[in-house]
């Protein structure tokens, strides 16, 4: 009879020992959810371009298109629960609201209903986990900052009355910047401008990356030779800049003028500054 007892208690144990072994991260300070949860799905990863919704959601020709979103970058800690039935989506989603604000957090958007767009983009679409598709007017969001992290909540009733919570944190997170994203992607990219700003964004990643460049300068001109040596002033500028005042190798890069020669690159831009990755 022990034997018995033993042989179907144990499973439950090692059910619920991996299911707290594979959470990959806390939650925030002050957040806390409910003992009667239990954890549905739980995955980390590393995210670049991250969508994270500041308004409703709809799906046009099968592109998704939301009124106002941000891309981030960071460590996206994705987790669902599953919530008993006798729980109210909208009152889950105000406890967590108001457990946030207590933490001096800041509600960037929420939305409630049908208000928010359809729930089957939110579930398949955004969040990856069809157990969130439930009803359209049973359904809450709010978009939120915390400390270092942005969070993405979601409540939701399916059609078979389940209910279902779920949060995405993405720690230490940062707006993610379209042209050092096309670099890493591409191999290259054509610089927005040369301000400051632009400069210490380039320095900040190719002293994290340690990876060689060449900056390449083009100027729009009839004279080739003056073209040129115009693009290679504005090329050596910029190197100029990396090194002085950014700190970054002068063994990390190369600088090169090419005038017009590649006049495509430039656009409607007079002149331009492109960054190869070599």
Not at 92 to 99: G, K, Y
Request: hydrophobic share 40%; charged share 25%.
């Amino acid at each position: 009879m022990i034997r018995l007892v033993l042989l179907r208690v144990l499973p439950l144990f090692l059910f619920s020992s991996m299911a707290f072994a594979n959470e990959a991260a806390p939650l925030p300070k002050g957040i806390i959810i409910d003992q009667s949860a239990e954890l549905d799905k739980q995955t980390a990863q590393t995210v670049r371009n991250y969508r994270f919704p500041l308004g409703a959601v709809v799906k046009i020709n099968r592109d998704v298109r939301i009124d106002k979103e941000q891309q981030l970058s960071g460590q996206l800690t994705r987790t669902t629960w599953e919530m008993p039935k006798s729980f109210d989506p909208n009152e889950l989603l105000q406890r967590l609201r108001d457990q946030v604000i207590s933490q001096k957090g800041e509600i960037l958007f929420e939305c409630e209903g049908r208000d928010c767009g359809t729930s089957n983009i939110w579930a398949n679409d955004l969040f990856n986990n069809a157990d969130l598709y439930g009803r359209d007017d049973y359904q809450r969001y709010f978009a939120a900052e915390l400390d270092d992290q942005y969070l993405a909540a979601y409540a939701v009733r399916r059609g078979n009355r389940r209910v279902y919570l779920h949060l995405d944190q993405i720690t230490e997170a940062e707006q993610a910047v379209p042209w050092l994203e096309l670099l890493v992607d591409r191999g290259w990219v054509k610089l927005p401008d040369t301000d400051e700003p632009t400069l210490k964004l380039l320095a900040d990643h190719l002293q994290k990356n340690s990876s060689p460049i060449r900056i390449v300068g083009h100027q729009q001109g009839i004279d080739q030779g003056i073209a040129e040596q115009e693009s290679k002033r504005l090329a050596e500028r910029v190197a100029s800049y990396l090194v002085d005042r950014a700190g970054v190798r002068v063994d990390q890069f190369e600088a090169h003028g090419l005038g017009a020669l590649a006049p495509s690159v430039l656009g409607a831009d007079q002149s331009a500054l492109v960054v190869i990755a070599k």
